[in-house]
């Protein structure tokens, strides 16, 4: 099996073909993320090609064996490599579960991209997340009992479950590996979800630490990153412009309600191979 090797400022994928996932995918998923006897990544994008419609069609493996919605550097990463190979044109979409994610792609370097991706329009309420929160329309703020220590949360979806949480740099790490977990998992959120750990800098600047459904601590999060912006503005702690700062390197997006979020992030393809185990 051919498969190619990305990342999105440090959030690391294995891209394979369509054509070439087994029928037991899920364990066939866990071996290939495994970073000591498998090829390693924050998840697997399965990747087919309709040239006629300009249309890259992407579905996400998490390293734990579940099916991901969408993942925003996984967009970016699929969209590069389509263009790098002579696929599709710069600007084509691609067309995740959740629906399609237009890309514009930049070659900076050889095979160093600049991706553009429009991700669509935030889902705000509770029942959008979801998040067992009543009906409410907003989900800012909202006290969320974890083991007994209340945090408050903004949530939204990108197409997957967010939740963010504003916290002191100096705080921000160990809350993340205590409560990502915790959260994660907690029962008001039917699907699980996503974590995010954001400190804001300044208006235009956000500090955010990621705990991914799924994976656990990643270097960056595209959909993570939109959430946090998301948060930012509807909880009035940042503008609607803003650079976001991962461990992997920085995101600049931008988003005002009634609008799509809109997200530009580096991609580099590293390598190239054949998986030969059966």
């Known amino acids: 099996m051919k498969f190619t090797k990305a990342h999105g400022i440090g959030n690391d994928f294995i891209l394979v073909s369509e054509v070439d996932v087994p ?39 998490n390293p ?7 993942s925003g550097n996984g967009v970016r990463c699929v969209g590069a490599y389509a263009f790098s190979r002579g696929l599709l044109p710069e600007a084509h979409t691609v067309l995740p579960p959740p629906g399609p994610r237009p ?26 997340v979801p998040v067992a929160f009543g009906n409410l329309d907003r989900v800012v703020d909202h006290e969320l009992d974890v083991d007994g220590e209340v945090v408050r949360v903004t949530c ?56 991914e459904r799924g994976v656990g601590v990643t270097r960056a999060s595209g959909t993570g990153s939109a959430s946090a912006l998301v948060a930012s503005v509807l ?11 991962c461990a992997g390197g920085d995101l600049s997006e931008s988003w005002a309600e009634g609008e799509p979020l809109r997200q530009r992030g580096d991609v580099e393809i590293v390598f190239e191979g054949d998986w030969l185990d059966s």
């Open 156 to 211: 939204c979806s990108m197409g997957n479950p967010h939740a963010a949480i504003f916290v002191d740099e100096s705080e921000a790490e160990a809350m993340m590996y205590r409560l990502g977990p915790k959260i994660e998992n907690h029962p008001l959120f039917p699907n699980r979800t996503n974590v995010e750990f954001v400190t804001v800098v300044s208006s235009a600047e956000l500090r955010v630490r990621f705990w």
């Open 64 to 70: 734990d064996g579940t099916h991901g919605e969408i």
């Open 23 to 61: 029928s037991a995918w899920a364990a066939w998923a866990i071996r290939l993320c495994d970073r000591n006897i498998g090829i390693g990544g924050d998840g697997i994008l399965i990747v087919g090609i309709d040239a006629a419609q300009g249309v890259a069609r992407m579905k996400l493996l």
């Open 235 to 245: 909880s009035g702690r940042a503008g609607r412009e803003v650079t976001v700062h």
């Open 103 to 128: 890309v514009k792609v930049e070659q900076t370097g050889r095979n160093r991209f600049s991706v553009d991706t429009n991700l669509g329009h935030p889902g705000l309420s509770a029942s959008e």
